[in-house]
């Protein structure tokens, strides 16, 4: 005990911080904890995982089953959402929309943050024409609307939900790629990395040992955030009938089944609706709660 009070440092006598010296900083998980939208997302978030595990436990009917007899019946005991024009249970349609919403999302943001990172490291450490031909064809893809965008891939690659993830993921591309190339080049004149070029590092050895793990931060964020706007785009495509089809219980899909019925039946077109709005702010919210705890230049502690 004595051998550890003798190596620890003591402040400048008369010092006014002396209680802020030896004060630890919180750990991040501990910052999560007691940030409130990082709690609030991670709930929403948690709770569509777990319904989309559970879904076929819950769900009271098969989301696909017709039956004409209860069609368009509105909200009840029997049927808690209603039903829609072919007598589907809209509650046990959204239960299992959840999965597509996910995986759709998660699959998405996955090919978006796969490219948008190797091509945003490669344009912000090699710079020169590398880096003005990457930023020239952002620049393009960021001249299109997304929706717009992911519309003319869909229209070369044909309808369904696999192209609608492929074309969402394509269109989210340059956010990787911008994000990614300006903490690059933050980073590249860092000490650390010169000494590490110095030595004869090989330059793949230095992006991805030193300068891609100082990138994670921004970039989990990125992605947090970058989910849930996957998931109104794709919704888009399947309401325009390019993304999903018919019968796959997906929230889009079931949107563009309701517009039809709003003022007799508006209870087909009103809960799905509401899955996207939760989904969307459960996602949002965590991903500002991360910003805050994770980028070093925002001062709110």
Excluded at 24 to 35: D, E, G, M, T, V
Excluded at 134 to 150: E, K, N, R, S
Excluded at 229 to 239: C, D, K, M, R, Y
Aim: proline content about 6%; hydrophobic content about 50%; aromatic content about 10%.
């Amino acid at each position: 005990m004595s051998n550890i009070l003798s190596n620890t440092p003591v402040p400048a006598e008369g010092s006014v911080n002396q209680v802020e010296f030896v004060r630890q900083r919180p750990s991040l998980i501990s910052r999560f904890a007691h940030n409130r939208s990082v709690v609030i997302g991670l709930t929403i978030v948690i709770a569509l995982i777990l319904t989309a595990i559970f879904a076929p436990l819950v769900s009271p009917y098969n989301p696909i089953k017709q039956s004409f007899r209860i069609q368009l019946q509105p909200p009840s005991a029997d049927h808690l959402f209603g039903t829609d024009e072919f007598g589907r249970d809209i509650f046990s349609r959204v239960l299992y929309g959840t999965r597509w919403a996910l995986f759709v999302g998660m699959l998405a943001d996955s090919i978006a943050l796969a490219l948008g990172v190797v091509l945003g490291l490669m344009a912000g450490y090699y710079g020169g024409r590398l880096d003005a031909t990457i930023g020239w064809l952002t620049d393009v893809m960021l001249a299109f609307p997304y929706l717009l965008l992911a519309m003319i891939v869909v229209a070369v690659l044909g309808p369904g939900i696999t192209n609608a993830m492929i074309a969402i993921g394509v269109v989210y591309v340059p956010q990787y790629i911008r994000l990614v190339r300006g903490t690059v080049l933050s980073i590249r004149e860092m000490e650390y990395v010169e000494a590490a070029r110095c030595i004869g590092m090989r330059d793949s050895r230095v992006i991805f040992r030193h300068i891609l793990p100082n990138c994670v931060a921004p970039i989990i964020v990125m992605a947090t955030l970058v989910i849930g706007w996957a998931i109104v785009e794709t919704a888009g495509l399947s309401f325009l009938g390019l993304g999903a089809q018919p019968p796959i219980p997906e929230w889009g899909a079931m949107l563009s089944s309701g517009r039809n019925y709003m003022l007799s039946a508006w209870w087909i077109a009103t809960f799905p609706g509401l899955a996207i709005l939760v989904v969307v702010i459960g996602f949002n919210v965590l991903g500002d709660g991360l910003r805050d705890e994770l980028d070093p230049y925002l001062t709110k502690r």
